[in-house]
């Protein structure tokens, strides 16, 4: 099937490619009119096509409140529409002014919808949890955002070996619902994130070292195509768009089912461990060898962030472990570090595990996420600490900052795990071995502070990207749900890959409506903010 798309793209160079998902003169009145929406009759739309029209967006908002009623459109005069800006995470986003906010409650909404925007060519952003940090990601600037808030379904299958997820969940709304059957499903460790961004850029979870990342644990995607087909993706049917939908983003379609495979899972054990500067050098062997041993216990689980608090150095160890267990041998050497300065590991379940981690990430504040990979090495975590703290000095002062290098290890059983259903398309295997991920997060309050902020972020990347290669322990990899609007992504899960993904949306979106009408977040072909390069 992906080989005739192909053929016929090479000739057609991509913009009107045969397909067999939308013919070449595919009509989106008449694919209206068989949803029952009689252009015609919408007096918005009747001004599109007299050309008598004010801007696409006022004549997209109003046929939406002509077809949908006022209760799914929220104008900027609706008492509401405040409150939907303020529920993003970061103040960027929240600054987004959208024409008007859709609240779709069916698949078929959101299919309509697709076609309504085609036809007014007014722009959209989709929103789902609203905790991808840099301005147009999920809103969109006198567009239409889609909010999936009203989709929250979360249904068993009878054998309860699949969770369905309305696109509009949070996790902590999955993992309450699960819990009551001692299930759950792999996904964020935070309660705010949404089940749609997360799962769509890789999604790493507590379980991760035995199960994967979650888009590895999806059993199929309810999708919504461009031409407003409704397609289930799974690995034996339309096994393309399955695969491109894990990790590839927003440019395939608006996801409106998640189906999750269910695992196992009753109270675990977990929670943070904060050490002082003189801990460090033990701190860093405990996260080197973990993550060198994982394969040892995969119930075992890691995040370590550097931070600065009152001018004070600090390293949170969150740790994890999926049994409730406390303090299994794995965490050993953890343990064995004197003084910690805070303790709050214990028994407890996933939900409320995540309720604590979402404390430290209040909404409000100015966000930057800046990401980068190298190979797992102890001189390595070093250097990146060190970076991180003298370049630190240089925004030192900005209002309310709370700075931190956050690290991970993409473990080899991660990396194996990557293999399930066919694979995915970010272009990992367990051949790379074990691997270091870098999220940089900063939070800050004052716009003044931006500039110098952004420059921070490039010199600690640059600087820790410069000295891997040295030591040759470089990485392409970029992990989207980490990554800055500065960063290429999709790029650097390989040319390979690149082009499958081009080729797979060429395939069921020939005319690029997600990449066109919604030119938010990471596209196939660079950086959101299209400097092309991985950083600096
Ligand atoms: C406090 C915090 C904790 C985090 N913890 C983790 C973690 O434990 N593990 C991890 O891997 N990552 C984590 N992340 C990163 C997180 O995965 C990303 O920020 C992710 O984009 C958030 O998803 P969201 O749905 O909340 O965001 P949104 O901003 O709503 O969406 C992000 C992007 O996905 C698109 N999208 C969302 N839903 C759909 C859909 N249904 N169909 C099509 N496109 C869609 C949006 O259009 C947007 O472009 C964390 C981030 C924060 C801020
Ligand atoms: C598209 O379909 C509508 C409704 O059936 C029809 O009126 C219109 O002529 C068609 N347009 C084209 C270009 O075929
Ligand atoms: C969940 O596990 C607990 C503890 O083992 C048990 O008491 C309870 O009956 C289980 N609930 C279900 C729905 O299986
Ligand atoms: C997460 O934190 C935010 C901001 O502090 C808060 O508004 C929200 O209610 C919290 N969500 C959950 C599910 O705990």
């Known amino acids: 099937m992906l080989g005739r798309a192909l053929v016929t793209l090479s000739i057609l160079g991509g913009a009107w490619a045969q397909s067999e998902f939308e013919p070449a003169d595919f009509n989106v009145t008449e ?10 009759s919408i007096p918005a739309l009747a001004g599109l096509v007299e050309r008598s029209s004010p801007s696409a967006c006022s004549i997209a908002c109003s046929s939406l409140q002509t077809i949908f009623g006022d209760h799914k459109v929220i104008t900027q005069q609706s008492a509401s529409y405040g409150a939907f800006t303020n529920s993003y995470w970061s103040v960027q986003q929240a600054s987004v002014d959208p024409y008007c906010i859709f609240k779709p409650t069916s698949v078929t909404d959101v299919s309509a919808f697709v076609l309504i925007s085609r036809l007014t060519q007014c722009q959209f952003a989709v929103k789902s949890g609203g905790h991808a940090a840099f301005s147009g990601a999920s809103n969109i600037q006198g567009g239409i955002t889609v909010a999936l808030e009203k989709m929250k379904d979360i249904t068993l299958s009878s054998d309860k070996k699949v969770a369905s997820i309305g696109p509009g969940n949070l996790w902590y709304d999955v993992y309450t619902r699960l819990e009551k059957e001692n299930l759950t499903v792999i996904g964020g460790r935070v309660a ?15 379980f991760s070292n035995r199960y994967g990342w979650a888009c590895d644990n999806v059993a199929s995607f309810e999708v919504v195509t461009a031409s407003g087909i409704i397609l289930t993706a799974s690995p034996t049917k ?34 943070s461990r904060a050490h002082l500067e003189t801990e460090f050098p033990a701190v860093i062997d405990a996260f080197v060898n973990l993550g060198m041993n994982a394969e040892t216990d995969v119930d075992a689980a890691q995040i370590l962030s550097f931070a600065s608090a009152q001018g004070m150095k600090i390293a949170a160890a969150d740790i994890q472990y999926a049994k409730p267990v406390d303090n299994a041998p794995i965490f050993s050497e953890y343990l064995a570090i004197p003084n910690p300065i805070v303790d709050n590991t214990r028994v407890r379940s996933l939900s409320d595990l995540t309720v604590q981690f979402n404390a430290s990430n209040p909404n409000g504040l100015r966000e930057m996420y800046w990401t980068a990979t190298y190979k797992l090495d102890k001189e390595m975590v070093t250097f990146i600490k ?30 194996a795990n990557m293999a399930k259903h066919g694979g995915n398309p970010l272009g990992l295997s367990p051949e790379d071995g074990n691997l270091l991920l870098l999220d940089l997060n900063t939070m800050w309050s004052n716009p003044a502070d931006d500039e110098r902020i952004l420059s921070y972020n490039k010199r600690v990347y640059s600087r820790t990207v410069e000295e891997a290669k040295r030591r040759q322990l470089g990485e392409n990899y970029l992990y989207m749900n980490y990554a800055s609007q500065y960063q290429a992504v999709v790029p650097s899960y390989g040319e390979a890959n690149q082009q499958m993904l081009q080729k797979i949306a060429a395939k069921y979106d020939p005319t690029r409506v ?14 959101p903010a299209g400097t092309g390069s991985g950083g600096a």
């Open 31 to 40: 694919a209206l009119l068989q949803k029952g929406i009689d252009v015609s």
């Open 192 to 206: 705010a994130i949404g089940v749609g961004g997360l799962t769509l850029g890789g999604g790493i979870s507590f």
């Open 238 to 271: 339309y096994s393309d768009l399955y695969w491109a939908l894990r990790g590839g983003g927003n440019n395939f379609g608006i996801v409106t089912k998640f189906n999750l495979e269910t695992i196992s899972q009753g109270q675990m054990w977990g929670g």
């Open 386 to 415: 060190d970076v991180f703290y003298e370049e630190l000095a240089s925004i030192a002062d900005a209002a309310s900052l709370v700075p931190a290098a956050t690290l991970q290890v993409i473990t080899k059983p991660q990396l």
């Open 514 to 527: 997600f990449e066109r009408l919604q030119p938010g977040y990471f596209k196939l072909d660079g950086a």
